[in-house]
């Protein structure tokens, strides 16, 4: 449409809406496709809009970070730093057959949290419980068995500030380090709390 409105043959005012739930069915759809290298053919594995996809080390399973919604402008509101939108996971194998997951899972998933363990028998990730007032909680999921277990995080908070990525890692000993900040009562840590690593081990936390 650009080369109309350049020629002045249509107009080129816009009808913006607020406070309207966007449809993201109706916007072009991304798809992952699988290349054969040795015949050059392709075949779609899924499509929809990802934020992200890791393929697990023993190349079967692939986690999506999947949108779900986007952001929704407020007039009474300023925009937030992170308005890009929600996702949540799900997992796909290369042949394009969907794994179930048993488990309830967080519907806000931090797009850059995903982390395959190295054997690829686990996959953790970070993920908001309800509204984002509180920090996100750790999970371990197993495509196995497709069941996802919470890792308590007690009194930490590893929601990376604006402009910064999550810090979140395995360990050749098949244990997590977390990169986060204490959190004290209520409130959750401004941007300038100091921040570690921390081993998470069962039932305990160690820096």
């Not at 080129?12 to 050059?40: F, H, I, M, W, Y």
């Amino acid at each position: 449409a650009w080369p109309k409105v350049a020629k002045g043959d249509e107009v080129t005012a816009n009808v913006l809406e607020r406070g309207v739930p966007v449809d993201l069915s109706k916007r072009p759809q991304d798809e992952l496709l699988l290349l054969d290298v040795e015949t050059g053919k392709d075949r779609v594995v899924t499509h929809g809009t990802p934020g992200s996809w890791q393929l697990s080390p023993d190349g079967r399973p692939i986690a999506i970070t999947r949108q779900i919604s986007a952001y929704t402008p407020k007039p009474d509101e300023p925009l937030p730093f992170d308005a890009g939108g929600v996702f949540t996971l799900t997992l796909v194998r290369t042949d394009g057959t969907a794994i179930d997951i048993h488990s309830k899972i967080s519907q806000d998933i931090l797009v850059d949290s995903v982390r395959w363990s190295p054997d690829g028998k686990e996959l953790a990730y970070l993920g908001y419980a309800g509204d984002r007032s509180h920090p996100p909680k750790l999970y371990r999921l197993s495509p196995a068995s497709s069941n996802i277990k919470e890792v308590p995080l007690k009194d930490l908070d590893a929601a990376p500030i604006v402009r910064q990525s999550t810090g979140i890692e395995w360990t050749a000993t098949h244990q997590l380090l977390i990169y986060a900040a204490p959190a004290t009562g209520t409130s959750r840590p401004g941007v300038t709390a100091r921040r570690d690593w921390w081993l998470i081990t069962e039932g305990a936390n160690y820096n």
